[in-house]
Nanobody, 124 residues
Framework: QLHVVESGGGTVQPGGSLRLSCGAF????????IGWFRQAPGKEREALLC?????????YETDSVKGRFTVSRDHGKNMVNLQMNNLKSEDTAVYFCAAVWRGSCSGRREYDYWGQGTQVTVSS
Protein backbone atom coordinates (compact mmCIF):
# COMPACT_ATOMS: atom_id res chain seq x y z
CA GLN A 1 0.00 0.00 0.00
CA LEU A 2 1.37 3.40 -0.96
CA HIS A 3 1.68 5.87 1.87
CA VAL A 4 3.89 8.40 3.62
CA VAL A 5 4.85 8.51 7.27
CA GLU A 6 6.24 11.33 9.37
CA SER A 7 8.63 10.79 12.25
CA GLY A 8 10.87 12.76 14.58
CA GLY A 9 8.36 14.74 16.58
CA GLY A 10 8.75 15.37 20.27
CA THR A 11 9.08 18.01 22.94
CA VAL A 12 11.79 20.64 22.82
CA GLN A 13 12.55 23.84 24.71
CA PRO A 14 12.21 27.24 23.05
CA GLY A 15 15.27 27.95 20.95
CA GLY A 16 15.90 24.27 20.37
CA SER A 17 15.91 22.20 17.19
CA LEU A 18 14.16 19.16 15.82
CA ARG A 19 14.40 17.28 12.57
CA LEU A 20 11.30 15.70 11.15
CA SER A 21 11.41 13.06 8.47
CA CYS A 22 8.89 12.07 5.84
CA GLY A 23 9.27 8.60 4.38
CA ALA A 24 7.61 7.08 1.34
CA PHE A 25 6.48 3.48 1.29
CA UNK A 26 5.62 1.72 -1.93
CA UNK A 27 6.90 4.45 -4.24
CA UNK A 28 9.90 6.67 -4.83
CA UNK A 29 9.95 10.29 -3.72
CA UNK A 30 12.14 11.33 -6.64
CA UNK A 31 9.19 12.27 -8.86
CA UNK A 32 7.17 13.92 -6.11
CA UNK A 33 7.08 17.43 -4.79
CA ILE A 34 6.78 17.37 -1.01
CA GLY A 35 4.84 19.76 1.13
CA TRP A 36 5.05 20.30 4.87
CA PHE A 37 2.08 21.53 6.87
CA ARG A 38 1.10 21.97 10.48
CA GLN A 39 -2.05 22.28 12.48
CA ALA A 40 -2.17 23.78 15.93
CA PRO A 41 -5.04 23.10 18.34
CA GLY A 42 -8.11 25.07 17.37
CA LYS A 43 -6.52 26.39 14.19
CA GLU A 44 -6.71 25.56 10.52
CA ARG A 45 -3.99 23.63 8.79
CA GLU A 46 -1.15 25.88 7.68
CA ALA A 47 1.08 25.30 4.66
CA LEU A 48 4.75 25.81 5.52
CA LEU A 49 6.80 25.04 2.46
CA CYS A 50 7.06 22.93 -0.67
CA UNK A 51 10.11 21.14 -2.10
CA UNK A 52 10.09 20.69 -5.88
CA UNK A 53 10.55 17.28 -7.43
CA UNK A 54 12.83 18.27 -10.29
CA UNK A 55 15.38 20.66 -8.83
CA UNK A 56 14.70 20.46 -5.08
CA UNK A 57 13.95 24.15 -4.76
CA UNK A 58 12.15 25.26 -1.62
CA UNK A 59 9.09 27.46 -1.82
CA TYR A 60 8.14 28.97 1.52
CA GLU A 61 4.43 29.43 1.95
CA THR A 62 4.58 31.32 5.23
CA ASP A 63 7.07 33.90 6.44
CA SER A 64 6.85 32.53 9.98
CA VAL A 65 9.34 29.74 9.27
CA LYS A 66 11.70 31.45 6.84
CA GLY A 67 15.23 31.50 8.16
CA ARG A 68 14.44 28.78 10.70
CA PHE A 69 13.10 25.77 8.76
CA THR A 70 14.88 24.07 5.89
CA VAL A 71 14.00 21.01 3.88
CA SER A 72 16.14 18.49 2.02
CA ARG A 73 15.96 15.16 0.26
CA ASP A 74 17.73 11.98 1.26
CA HIS A 75 17.52 10.02 -1.97
CA GLY A 76 19.26 6.99 -0.51
CA LYS A 77 16.66 6.62 2.23
CA ASN A 78 13.73 7.78 0.08
CA MET A 79 12.97 10.46 2.65
CA VAL A 80 12.58 14.20 2.98
CA ASN A 81 13.80 15.92 6.11
CA LEU A 82 12.51 19.09 7.71
CA GLN A 83 15.12 20.76 9.91
CA MET A 84 13.55 23.13 12.40
CA ASN A 85 15.79 25.52 14.31
CA ASN A 86 15.16 28.24 16.87
CA LEU A 87 11.79 26.76 17.72
CA LYS A 88 9.18 28.91 19.38
CA SER A 89 6.13 28.09 21.44
CA GLU A 90 3.93 29.08 18.52
CA ASP A 91 5.50 26.26 16.49
CA THR A 92 3.66 23.75 18.65
CA ALA A 93 1.44 21.73 16.32
CA VAL A 94 0.94 18.44 14.54
CA TYR A 95 3.19 18.42 11.50
CA PHE A 96 2.23 16.69 8.27
CA CYS A 97 3.98 15.93 5.05
CA ALA A 98 2.30 15.32 1.72
CA ALA A 99 3.44 14.24 -1.74
CA VAL A 100 2.21 15.25 -5.18
CA TRP A 101 3.45 13.56 -8.34
CA ARG A 102 5.47 16.04 -10.40
CA GLY A 103 3.59 18.86 -8.78
CA SER A 104 4.51 22.50 -9.20
CA CYS A 105 5.26 24.24 -5.94
CA SER A 106 4.59 27.64 -7.46
CA GLY A 107 0.94 27.04 -8.16
CA ARG A 108 -2.14 25.36 -6.86
CA ARG A 109 -1.73 21.64 -6.27
CA GLU A 110 -3.61 18.73 -4.82
CA TYR A 111 -1.50 16.25 -2.95
CA ASP A 112 -1.73 12.56 -3.69
CA TYR A 113 -0.56 11.23 -0.35
CA TRP A 114 -0.76 12.55 3.20
CA GLY A 115 0.87 11.32 6.35
CA GLN A 116 -0.85 10.92 9.71
CA GLY A 117 1.20 13.64 11.35
CA THR A 118 3.72 13.90 14.15
CA GLN A 119 3.37 16.07 17.25
CA VAL A 120 5.87 18.84 17.94
CA THR A 121 5.64 20.59 21.30
CA VAL A 122 7.80 23.59 22.15
CA SER A 123 7.69 24.27 25.85
CA SER A 124 9.95 25.19 28.71
Amino acid sequence: QLHVVESGGGTVQPGGSLRLSCGAFGFLFDDYSIGWFRQAPGKEREALLCLTFNDSRTYYETDSVKGRFTVSRDHGKNMVNLQMNNLKSEDTAVYFCAAVWRGSCSGRREYDYWGQGTQVTVSS
